[in-house]
């Protein structure tokens, strides 16, 4: 076997050209709807779409950055815990709650000294997540509650409940907006703003791109998480109880603790990513108060399976979906419509997310052997795609044969 | 001759191994022929090929002397080819009925027309003696019945030629006997049978005659009538094997565990293990003898601390443990082969090497400052690799799905073995292993007595509940109701026990 087919055969290749495969489907799709929507601009919008963030110039890589720092916290959330065996729906609250504490604490907690001020607030705000999560994963673990529902209702009791103390607590009326944090709270910028600007105006202003600090915060997470679901003893019993909760008992794991375990961390990271993002100055965001469930929480779940759930790969997996939306963003400049575009951008990441089929097909492209493709099936199970509720949980067959056997039937659907 | 199926040099890879290497396979219309191999040997593999599951990269099928090609379970069907899986595929909420017309209902304008459909089924459970209930819901019905609803699908379809793979690995003996007569009953009607198993008894019993496999290749195939049981394991697994399992007399040393008064209640609050009191020493092999359901697993659960004891007192070396954790009771020296090595045994998505650190991972040895020491468990695993011989493609980083059942068994079983218990439980470790690797675990339990550890282990085979145990416990319905010396007593006093006509105060 050459060097060359070696490569095409190792797992990071096949991962990787499976995400990218992923993507460019995508694409396609959201040329089609370009297309059909206004087929004279469709190559022009296809073209402004791939430039994505650049198409802002500095400052619009800046932007990238930024907006992809609270999805590549969700997706780390929601990937964290596909591979401990959970689907946490439940990032959305998870995420509103936490902005809501690093706000609060941003805007009221003044009397702390200004090096500390910020960094209490991300605290506060991965606390809250973290507690957020908290209940799901109680009733997960000790009354056997999917945790899909009840994080649900969570997201709904988030949400209201921190529209109700924004207004009540935390409020400019004037713009309805959530207040200004103190200049204290704002994330330092760490040189990033003297990176991504663009110059304007005939007197050279910098504008510079609100990124801050928060993406090397969340680069610095994804890392740290890979390091406990890989390297630690922690990481070991989480993905047991994950994958074999039964087994893991029997071997004297205390499984429901490390349900809820997973299930506070999962949501800790959600909540710090919403610290990351509303903790930011003049032009950044704030807490609209509407009635309307967080995306950047759902869109979690979109970068965890592009990522494969690895925690790595969902640094790029969150680069890349913020950049598709920044270049979505400047499609009007072309007289799209912007729900138009909303629907291309929902498009393309809609099929990204299906990285995981892709897998299957790159396999047999390469391979070209169905066995093969039956291990990848069994390894992306491994990357903790067939998380309880996701997929109906397998049948444990004795041998492959019998595995492949099953799936084979399955497929064609006609045993008798 | 006569034959309805040929499979001529069928050889089918996949990659890193040639599972059947130019395999040949006749079957004579109206006998039972046996198809017999170790775990992995390639039976399966070799029956997928005939149902259109695998296409193989060399080799021809012939049914009756056409050559056809099966591209998939429909081709297999269309030429009268059933198949029982070993794990059935039955849809649990639906009635007997339902699962056997699933596919080929009959319907008359979109709407489902099951007069006939039931007539027929009625028809074929009385012509071959398959008598189950076809408005029972296949959830309500035992195993036993289910695996009729599987014969009776085949049946419905038509089919001439069945396959049964393993067929008796889920069975009780009784039902067991009863399938033989069925199997019997199907050839006397004109039916031919292709019977994969592992089990020697069954094929003496049942079959005409017989092929074995040897690590994919074809070893020969005999008239059963005209070898033995040794001839034929020797056959199969390439050397001597004894089915005599060679033991010194025990030297029971001090109590290792002592149960007293233990009582486990179901959550209606049925009584599963009723006031059981026992003592297994060290250097003793003590089995727990009884028809399966009746309190055996319960019992191990407590003693494992899987399952909360509702009453009574478990002490390991002296030290009350009735109510310590899994994990305290592991510290101090119990080891526990499980029944169920899919839900408890193993993680199937973890490696093996994974696998085997399963209880000791946190262990200084393994983990330094909360981080795994993956290079030493690298280490570990492949010294109990080579140590229990454990067969697998990738080594330690096989994934523990992808490996064979009695590789899997000989994993936990390492595992549990290695690390040194005081209290061995071992609950039907041999189940649905071959005659190799039973003969290695028996080895294996006894090593551990003669190294003056207590074992209990639990088993619904009678063979190996006399030849293994020093002593016998009975259980029934919860209760132990007899205390036995295996060298005193008979199988069929044993089973009079284990039926709950005959009852013997324990110690």
């Given amino acids: 076997m050459s060097k060359f087919r070696r490569f095409?055969?190792?797992?990071?290749?096949?991962?990787?050209?499976?995400?990218?495969?992923?993507?460019?489907?995508?694409?396609?799709?959201?040329?089609?709807?370009?297309?059909?929507?206004?087929?004279?601009?469709?190559?022009?919008?296809?073209?402004?779409?791939?430039?994505?963030?650049?198409?802002?110039?500095?400052?619009?890589?800046?932007?990238?950055?930024?907006?992809?720092?609270?999805?590549?916290?969700?997706?780390?959330?929601?990937?964290?815990?596909?591979?401990?065996?959970?689907?946490?729906?439940?990032?959305?609250?998870?995420?509103?709650?936490?902005?809501?504490?690093?706000?609060?604490?941003?805007?009221?907690?003044?009397?702390?000294?200004?090096?500390?001020?910020?960094?209490?607030?991300?605290?506060?705000?991965?606390?809250?997540?973290?507690?957020?999560?908290?209940?799901?994963?109680?009733?997960?673990?000790?009354?056997?509650?999917?945790?899909?529902?009840?994080?649900?209702?969570?997201?709904?009791?988030?949400?209201?409940?921190?529209?109700?103390?924004?207004?009540?607590?935390?409020?400019?009326?004037?713009?309805?907006?959530?207040?200004?944090?103190?200049?204290?709270?704002?994330?330092?910028?760490?040189?990033?703003?003297?990176?991504?600007?663009?110059?304007?105006?005939?007197?050279?202003?910098?504008?510079?791109?609100?990124?801050?600090?928060?993406?090397?915060?969340?680069?610095?997470?994804?890392?740290?998480?890979?390091?406990?679901?890989?390297?630690?003893?922690?990481?070991?019993?989480?993905?047991?109880?994950?994958?074999?909760?039964?087994?893991?008992?029997?071997a004297g794991i205390n499984e429901k603790r490390n349900i809820v375990l997973s299930m506070v961390i999962s949501g800790m990271l959600a909540g710090l990513g919403g610290g990351l993002l509303y903790l930011s100055g003049a032009n950044g965001r704030r807490i609209k108060v509407v009635d309307v469930l967080a995306a950047e929480g759902f869109n979690g779940i979109p970068v965890a399976l592009l990522g494969l759930s690895n925690p790595l790969g969902i640094i790029f997996s969150g680069l890349f979906i913020s950049y598709i939306t920044q270049g979505g963003n400047y499609l009007q400049r072309l007289d799209f419509v912007p729900e138009i575009i909303d629907i291309i951008i929902a498009a393309i990441i809609y099929c990204s997310a299906l990285a995981l089929i892709f897998k299957n097909l790159v396999v047999r492209l390469v391979g070209g052997k169905k066995k093969e493709a039956e291990d990848i099936a069994a390894e992306a199970g491994r990357a903790g795609m067939s998380g309880k509720g996701l997929l109906p949980p397998e049948e444990t067959p004795e041998t492959p044969e019998k595995e492949l056997a099953a799936d084979q039937e399955a497929e064609t659907g006609k045993e008798e | 001759m006569d034959y309805i199926i040929e499979m001529l040099h069928i050889t089918k890879q996949f990659p890193g191994i040639i599972a059947n290497d130019d395999v040949t396979l006749q079957l004579r219309r109206g006998e039972i022929h046996a198809l017999l191999g170790e775990n992995g040997a390639g039976k399966s593999t070799l029956m997928s090929v005939l149902f259109g599951l695998y296409q193989p990269e060399k080799g021809t099928i012939f049914k009756n002397g056409q050559p056809v090609k099966i591209d998939d379970p429909n081709d297999a069907n269309a030429l009268g080819i059933g198949m029982v899986h070993q794990h059935f595929k039955l849809v649990h909420n639906f009635t007997v009925l339902e699962n056997i017309i699933l596919g080929v209902e009959t319907t008359k304008?979109?709407?489902?027309?099951?007069?006939?459909?039931?007539?027929?089924?009625?028809?074929?459970?009385?012509?071959?003696?398959?008598?189950?209930?076809?408005?029972?819901?296949?959830?309500?019905?035992?195993?036993?019945?289910?695996?009729?609803?599987?014969?009776?699908?085949?049946?419905?379809?038509?089919?001439?030629?069945l396959i049964f793979d393993e067929p008796t690995a889920v069975l009780t003996p009784q039902e067991i006997e009863e399938l033989m007569k069925i199997m019997k009953e199907l050839t006397r009607e004109g039916k031919s049978i292709l019977f994969i198993t592992h089990k020697l008894n069954e094929i003496k019993q049942v079959a005409d005659r017989c092929t074995v496999l040897r690590k994919g290749r074809c070893i020969g195939t005999v008239d059963v009538a005209g070898v033995s049981k040794e001839e034929m394991s020797e056959m199969m697994v390439g050397r001597k094997v004894n089915f005599i399992v060679e033991k010194s007399q025990a030297h029971p040393g001090e109590p290792a565990l002592e149960v007293k008064g233990l009582t486990v209640n179901s959550s209606h609050g049925k009584k599963l293990?009723?006031?059981?009191?026992?003592?297994?020493?060290?250097?003793?092999?003590?089995?727990?003898?009884?028809?399966?359901?009746?309190?055996?697993?319960?019992?191990?659960?407590?003693?494992?601390?899987?399952?909360?004891?509702?009453?009574?007192?478990?002490?390991l070396n002296g030290k009350d443990v009735t109510h310590a954790s899994i994990r305290s009771r592991n510290d101090m020296g119990m080891s526990h082969i499980p029944e169920d090595r899919h839900k408890d045994g193993l993680i199937l998505d973890y490696s093996l090497g994974e696998n085997l650190v399963l209880k000791r991972y946190y262990k200084p040895q393994f983990q330094k400052g909360g981080f795994l020491k993956f290079k030493e468990v690298g280490r570990y695993a492949d010294k109990l690799i080579e140590r229990y011989d454990i067969r697998s493609g990738q080594g330690a980083a096989t994934i523990a799905r992808s490996m064979s059942g009695g590789n899997q068994q000989k994993a936990i079983i390492a595992r549990e073995v290695d690390l040194n218990p005081e209290l061995l439980l071992a609950v039907q470790p041999t189940r649905g292993l071959d005659v190799g690797a039973i003969e290695y675990i028996h080895k294996q339990l006894i090593a551990q007595r003669d190294a003056g550890k207590a074992v209990l282990l639990v088993s619904l085979e009678l063979d190996e509940v006399m030849n293994v145990s020093d002593r016998i416990l009975v259980i029934y319905e919860g209760e132990i109701v007899a205390d036995l010396d295996p060298k005193a007593i008979t199988i069929q006093e044993l089973g009079l026990y284990m039926a709950g006509s005959q009852r013997r105060q324990a110690q």
């Avoid at chain 1, 932007?63 to 729906?89: D, E, H, R």
């Avoid at chain 1, 200049?183 to 663009?198: E, H, S």
């Avoid at chain 2, 304008?109 to 006939?116: S, V």
């Avoid at chain 2, 029972?136 to 001439?160: C, F, H, P």
């Fill in chain 1, 8 to 250: 095409l055969e190792s797992r990071g290749f096949i991962n990787a050209a499976s995400s990218i495969l992923a993507i460019v489907v995508g694409l396609l799709v959201g040329l089609v709807i370009l297309l059909v929507s206004n087929p004279s601009e469709a190559f022009r919008g296809l073209w402004v779409i791939l430039q994505g963030g650049f198409g802002g110039g500095a400052k619009g890589v800046g932007q990238v950055l930024y907006f992809a720092t609270p999805i590549i916290m969700t997706g780390l959330s929601v990937g964290f815990a596909f591979k401990t065996g959970l689907f946490n729906i439940g990032t959305p609250g998870q995420f509103i709650v936490g902005a809501f504490a690093a706000i609060y604490i941003g805007v009221k907690w003044t009397f702390l000294p200004g090096a500390l001020h910020w960094i209490v607030a991300l605290l506060g705000a991965t606390v809250a997540g973290g507690l957020w999560a908290l209940i799901p994963g109680i009733f997960k673990a000790f009354f056997n509650v999917n945790e899909v529902i009840s994080s649900i209702m969570m997201n709904y009791i988030g949400m209201y409940g921190v529209n109700y103390l924004v207004k009540k607590n935390i409020y400019d009326s004037l713009k309805a907006l959530s207040q200004n944090v103190a200049p204290t709270a704002v994330l330092p910028r760490a040189g990033l703003d003297k990176i991504f600007y663009n110059m304007t105006g005939a007197n050279n202003v910098h504008d510079a791109s609100t990124v801050n600090c928060g993406i090397l915060i969340a680069i610095a997470m994804a890392i740290v998480v890979y390091i406990i679901l890989n390297k630690t003893t922690f990481g070991y019993e989480l993905k047991a109880c994950g994958y074999n909760r039964h087994a893991s008992r029997y």
């Fill in chain 2, 273 to 315: 293990v009723n006031n059981v009191s026992f003592t297994v020493h060290k250097g003793e092999i003590v089995c727990i003898a009884g028809i399966d359901g009746n309190g055996q697993s319960e019992l191990v659960y407590a003693l494992a601390g899987m399952l909360p004891a509702d009453g009574g007192t478990v002490r």
């Fill in chain 2, 109 to 161: 304008r979109g709407f489902l027309k099951m007069d006939q459909a039931r007539k027929k089924v009625v028809e074929l459970s009385e012509r071959y003696n398959l008598k189950v209930d076809p408005d029972a819901r296949v959830s309500d019905i035992t195993v036993g019945m289910q695996q009729r609803v599987e014969i009776l699908k085949m049946l419905y379809r038509e089919n001439e030629v």
